[in-house]
C-alpha cells in the first residue's frame, strides 16, 4: 500500500460562510412575504366579507326603513280613512240634521197655516158676530119702535074710550063695562098665580124688567118655558100675554140682566121699562129718570 500525503491532497470545492446567511435570510424573506400574502389574501377576504355583509346590512336596514316606511304610510292611511269616516258621518249627521230641520220648518208652516186659518176663522165669526149684533139692535130698535108705536095706537084707544064714557051709559054699555071689569079681574088674579115680583115692586114709579117671552095663552109658573127662573111677572099687552123678570131702577143692571138670560137660552130677551105697573117707552122712562 502507498502512502498519501495529506498536505497534496486539495478540496474540490468550499462555499463561503456569508452566502449560506443569504440564503437564509432569501428563504426567510419568502417565508415571511408567503406569510404575508397570505395574511393580506385572509384579510382581503375577510375584508370582501365584511362589506358582503356591510351590503346585507345596508340591504336589511333599506328594507327596515322600507317596512317603517310602509307602517308609517299604513299608520297615515288609516288615519287618512279614520278621517274619511269621521267626515263621512259628519256628512250623514249634516244630511240627517238638514232633513230634521226641513221637517221640522215644513210642520211649522203647516202649524203657522192653520193658525193663520184659525186666525181667519176668528175674524170671520167675530165679524158674523157682530153682524148679528148689529141685526139685534136694528130689531130691538125696530121693536122699541113697534112698541111706541103700539103704544101710540093705546093712547089713541084710550081717548077714543075716554071719549066714550063722555056720552050717555047705554044698557049695553054697562053690560060691556061689567065683562071688562070681570076680565081685568080675571087678569089680576092670573098675574098674582104667574108672579112673580111683590105688589110693592109693580106700584114702584119707574122700573126695567127683562121680558123673556110671549104667548097667545097664558102660562103657569112652573111652566118648562120659563127653566125653573122664579118670580116671572105677566101682563097682558095687545092681546098677548107677555113675560118678564127683574126689577132694576137703572138700564145698565137690566142690560146685564138681559145678557144673562141671553146666555141660559133666552136669546128673545130684551129690556122694557114700566111706570106705575105699565109699559112704557125705554127712552121715556130714561128721560124721566134724567
Known sequence: MGWK????EKPMHKTPP?????????ILLILVLGVTMGTIAGLKGRIEILEDRTVEFETIDDRVTQITELKKNEQEMAMVESEAQKRKELETKSATDYILKEKTLQQINKVKLIA?????????????????RNKNETL?????ETTITMESKDKIILSLRAGLEEKPKTK???LVQ???????????KKNADVDITDSETINQEIVFKVQLLSSGTPLSSNSPQFKGLKNVWEYKDDGLYKYAIGNKGDLQSASALQSELREQGFSGAFVVALQNGKRIPVRKALKLLK
Do not use: C, H, M, P
Open 5 to 8: 500525503n495529506i498536505e497534496e
Open 178 to 188: 061689567a065683562k071688562s071689569k070681570k076680565t081685568v079681574s080675571g087678569e089680576k
Open 18 to 26: 456569508w452566502s449560506r446567511v443569504v440564503l437564509f435570510l432569501t
Open 116 to 132: 193663520d186659518a184659525e186666525v181667519k176663522k176668528r175674524k170671520e165669526l167675530e165679524a158674523k158676530l157682530d153682524s148679528e
Open 140 to 144: 130691538v130698535k125696530q121693536l122699541s
Open 172 to 174: 049695553e054699555y054697562i
